[in-house]
């Protein structure tokens, strides 16, 4: 399980990305294309560090909303 930050781009498409995962990025017309690509692209990035026998860093963000 990894988390996820999605958020609508400047461009019209939904951005996803995996904080824990540096540069894995993706995106779609909408909410739910973003969340479908973001998953095949955690899929991926995983399995090329484990090809390449590199470690798989953990999901250690924390999240919280704070008012303001």
Do not use: F, H
Request: proline share 6%; charged share 30%; with cysteine.
């Amino acid at each position: 399980m990894r988390q996820v930050v999605i958020y609508p781009g400047e461009d019209g498409y939904w951005v996803a990305e995996c904080p824990s995962l540096p540069g894995c990025v993706s995106q779609g017309k909408t909410r739910e294309e973003a969340i479908a690509n973001i998953k095949e692209a955690i899929k991926a990035y995983v399995e090329s560090l484990e090809k390449d026998g590199l470690d798989v860093p953990e999901d250690k963000l924390q999240t919280l909303l704070v008012t303001v």
